[in-house]
């Protein structure tokens, strides 16, 4: 059984959450924002990639994924399984 690993971390272009940090986008360079959940997410998965939410659309179409909310983080996250 193939296990499922986040490998893009998406951002907000708005800071409107309290505790929310800026970071710079991995594709585009945007200042975008993560939540203190975005935030551990990120912790968690130090090799994460950090998204805008443009950035990320392109490459859910590249990969033929879909951007999923991560239940236990409260983030928006891309996952693929281990080995695809």
Known sequence: MSKEKPVALI???FGNISGSRNFKCSGCGLKIYLSPDGQQTKRLN???VLLC???ADEI???LRREIRRDAQRNARV????EGT
Do not use: A
Not at 78 to 81: A, S
């Open 11 to 13: 951002g907000s272009e």
């Open 46 to 48: 130090p090799s994460i």
């Open 53 to 55: 939410l443009t950035c």
């Open 60 to 62: 859910c179409k590249i």
């Open 78 to 81: 891309i996952i693929l399984r």
